[in-house]
């Protein structure tokens, strides 16, 4: 499988178009900051066995399968083995075409036609190295002669070490229920508030911040590794996944 590879003075990146348009790899001075998948790796497991993927037309789960945003409701099809709901939307499971690509810069486009899913549309990546900052922008457009509803986002899977710390600030908590499916918002208690930083869990944790304000960072003491998030609208709901005893955990 064909890897595109980017380089600036101290990042390197590996985008995999044909998995999804997921990102293989990316490193900073040799240390890896997304856990790394070899091309045989991702050939065999597609985006889920990636460094991050995309999600589009949607982010994590649809309950029953219906999105009922528009009428009349669109219904959908589960898309992963041993998954009642559809997941993380198509993007992460079609190939994407290269429209361009640098030493320090790529781009990426996924066309999706009217009569091969629920609605059609066309979405586009962009990654960019510049020093020691990674760029990503991801956007849908509508091609299909109705409103449609989308969510767009990116699902990085960030290396894990013992004694890591993150920090972010939101304004509620979701809980989890059956299937994976979030239930209620609450406010933050103070052991699942992390807006004054705090270790990372240990214990499984899949649930959903809302009222992010778009920036977190993660401490990697081990390494003497700071890493700075920073998203734009719309990209304001965060997730926290965390399995258990994993060599990785995500904030999607």
């Given amino acids: 499988m064909e890897l595109l ?3 600036s003075d101290q990042l390197h990146l590996e985008v995999a178009p044909a998995a999804g348009g997921s990102v293989a790899r990316l490193d900073w001075r040799s240390q890896p900051i997304l856990r790394r998948a070899d091309a045989a790796a991702v050939a065999r497991g597609g985006a889920s066995r990636a460094a991050m993927h995309p999600l589009v037309p949607f982010a994590n789960r649809v309950p029953g ?3 009922d945003l528009v009428a009349p409701p669109l219904s959908l099809q589960p898309n992963v083995a041993g998954e009642a709901c559809a997941l993380h939307g198509i993007g992460w499971q079609r190939p994407w075409r290269v ?5 320090d810069r790529c781009r990426l486009e996924l066309i999706v ?8 549309f066309r979405a586009t990546q962009a990654f960019r190295l510049r020093a020691a900052r990674f760029e990503a922008r991801i956007e849908i457009e509508n091609t299909t002669k109705r409103p449609i509803p989308a969510g767009i986002g990116f699902h990085p899977y960030f290396v894990r070490a013992g004694g890591m710390m993150l920090q972010f600030r939101a304004r509620h908590f979701w809980m989890e229920g059956p299937g994976h499916l979030p239930t209620e ?3 933050l208690p103070p052991e699942l ?7 990372l869990p240990v214990q499984w944790r899949n649930n ?12 990697d003491p081990g390494r003497h590794l700071r890493v700075d ?6 990209l304001r709901e965060l997730m926290l996944y965390v399995p258990p005893a994993s060599a990785y955990f995500c904030l999607e």
């Fill in 229 to 234: 998030l920073s998203a734009t609208e719309p």
């Fill in 5 to 7: 590879s980017l380089h």
């Fill in 185 to 187: 918002a609450i406010s």
């Fill in 99 to 103: 429209l361009d690509w640098s030493d």
């Fill in 208 to 219: 959903g911040y809302s009222g992010w304000d778009g920036e977190a960072v993660l401490f």
């Fill in 65 to 67: 399968n219906v999105i």
């Fill in 193 to 199: 508030d992390f807006s004054g930083g705090g270790m």
């Fill in 113 to 120: 036609g009217e009569g091969e899913w629920a609605f059609g």
